[in-house]
């Protein structure tokens, strides 16, 4: 199995900056791509941003400039710097993996627990 574990999240000033890691563990062969997604109260979830894993990335419109993702293959992490921060990015951020667990084997999506990031005016 594999599990992703979120943290980072919390109550920040719209202005400021928060970073959020997600950590995958348990059987693992690779990653593909990795990336962040958030869901607002009464809204859909949508993608934050996108990594792979040779390292292009790709972002929703109203986040680029202010967030920057990245990872460690090393660590099986996932980075969200976030910056700028204002209260529409107000949501929980869940992340997700494309992982392999076994050499040849089917790549299967993984999402973590969710961690809260609220933005105050």
């Known amino acids: 199995q594999v599990q992703l574990v979120e943290s980072g999240g919390g109550l920040v000033q719209a202005g400021g900056s928060l970073r959020l890691s997600c950590a995958a563990s348990?059987?693992?062969?690779?990653?593909?791509?990795m990336g962040w997604y958030r869901q607002a109260p009464g809204k859909q979830r949508e993608l934050v941003a996108r990594?792979?894993?040779?390292?292009?990335?790709n972002y929703v419109d109203s986040v680029k400039g202010r967030f920057t993702i990245s990872r460690d293959n090393a660590k099986n992490t996932v980075y969200l710097q976030m910056n700028s921060l204002k209260p529409e990015d107000t949501a929980v951020y869940y992340c997700?993996?494309?992982?392999?667990?076994?050499?040849?084997?089917?790549?299967?999506?993984?999402w973590g627990q969710g961690t809260q990031v609220t933005v105050s005016s």
């Open positions: 990594i792979i894993s040779g390292g292009s990335t």
């Open positions: 997700n993996a494309g992982v392999t667990t076994r050499r040849f084997g089917t790549t299967n999506t993984y």
């Open positions: 348990g059987t693992i062969f690779s990653i593909n791509a």
